[in-house]
DNA sequence: ATGTTCATGCGATAGGTGTATCATGACGAG
DNA sequence: CTCGTCATGATACACCTATCGCATGAACAT
């Protein structure tokens, strides 16, 4: 059992609380300063337990967390397209609904790309998660290749850079930029169904085989 | 005639130089001190010139300019998915070859975005016009809405945001990226089209030829 | 209770941003 | 050439990040 456990439990709680509390205030961008005053703790403190601000707000934000991917498709038919409309609802109605937080996890991620901190980084490609539990009724119907075509591109239909892409660049208001999700999203899976058909899967077509 | 527009002209092109050079030699993040430095200027200057670094540096990476819409469809014919393929190949190709560069110019993005200037920011939304030139054969055989669907969701498959989520978030090569945003901008069309045989539009049939 | 360990607080340091003020001196019109 | 204008440089300020070393004292084992 490592030395002081609970001690160092209590600790990153308080400064994760601190931060959660910030951030429902609508301080987008939280200084350390504040986060440590917040939590009743001395800014060194705060420095062993995170990296920087943004990274407290960027484990704040994403472990908030969604509607796990198996609850989202609980019930859910075999029918990719509505799996995939389910999951994006979860991931993009929490994204579309709390710009704040989301900018502030975009600013964490931009970061890390910046000073090329290698970490895997688990939690941004979480998305990637929801797809392919959605995508699971399909797996085994295209090629290895198609799939991660297919699973990426998805990708691009959800997450923090399509707020920023939809709200920021294209200024469209919520309502609007899910209709575009949704529609993108839709164009993609029925190009993966027509992958599905061109190969084994599919009778309809009087396809030249 | 404004006072001293040649001189300001003048301190202008240097401090934009200087920004220039410093993300060629891969500074990806230069400070104000170094770009003024470097321009032979004093910082108060520099920001007597620009609001920011990464103001300075979006400048930069948005001016050095992309082939322009027209000359990238050069000889193009009506075919959407071409002309679209081809606009596509200025816009992420360019971003692509550039990450650094690329990623700074989203840090200016996001940066306005959580101050919440209100300028309309007419070059991040230059992506727009190389997808309406391209789009410019389908413009009038789509509803309106129809149309601003399929604009914007195009516009997820090019720029800035895009190097975002599949360089740092799904961690693709650019090759491999590539693949992807092109795979997704054939979905999209494939759609746009299916929407244009369901209304009036459609001349030729589904060609199992 | 006693001593060690280790999380914590405090303060200093080094560097970045963004703003303001003021003297200087180059510019350019007369 | 002269003179006022105005871009510039210098400097200081307030605040931020990120890191360090050191003293303190709570937590824990003995």
Same mark, same amino acid.
């Given at each position: 059992? *490592?030395?002081?456990?609970? #001690? !160092? *439990?209590?600790?990153?709680?308080? %400064?994760?609380?601190a931060t959660a ?5 609508? $301080? ?11 939590a009743l703790v001395? +800014? ?14 960027? #484990? ?12 989202? /498709? ?32 975009? !600013?964490?991620?931009?970061?890390? *790309? &910046? ?7 688990? +939690? ?6 929801? %797809?392919?539990?959605? =995508?699971?009724? =399909?797996?085994?119907?295209?090629s290895p290749h198609? /799939?991660?075509?297919? $699973?990426?591109? &998805?990708? &691009? ?6 707020? @920023? @892409?939809? /709200? ?26 027509? =992958?599905?058909?061109? !190969?084994?899967?599919?009778? #309809? ?5």
């Amino acid at each position: 059992m *490592a030395p002081r456990e609970n #001690q !160092r *439990a209590r600790t990153r709680r308080s %400064i994760l609380d601190a931060t959660a509390a910030l951030l429902d205030e609508g $301080r987008a961008d939280p200084s350390i300063d504040e986060i440590a005053d917040r939590a009743l703790v001395s +800014r060194a403190t705060a420095y062993r337990y995170f990296e920087s601000a943004s990274d407290a707000v960027w #484990q704040v934000v994403s472990d908030r967390s969604l509607t796990p991917p198996e609850e989202a /498709l609980a019930g859910a038919g075999d029918d990719v397209t509505e799996r995939l409309l389910r999951v994006e609802k979860v991931v993009n109605d929490y994204l579309f609904g709390d710009p704040n937080g989301t900018r502030a996890f975009e !600013r964490a991620v931009l970061g890390r *790309a &910046l000073d090329g901190s290698g970490t895997p980084d688990d +939690r941004a490609a979480r998305r990637l998660h929801y %797809i392919d539990a959605a =995508l699971e009724p =399909l797996a085994g119907r295209l090629s290895p290749h198609e /799939l991660e075509l297919v $699973r990426h591109a &998805l990708a &691009l239909t959800m997450g923090s850079q399509v707020v @920023t @892409t939809l /709200l920021d660049t294209c200024r469209l208001d919520p309502a609007a930029a899910r209709d575009v999700t949704t529609f993108a999203l839709g164009a993609i899976v029925a190009e993966a169904l027509r =992958l599905v058909d061109a !190969r084994g899967g599919a009778p #309809q077509l009087p396809e030249a085989s």
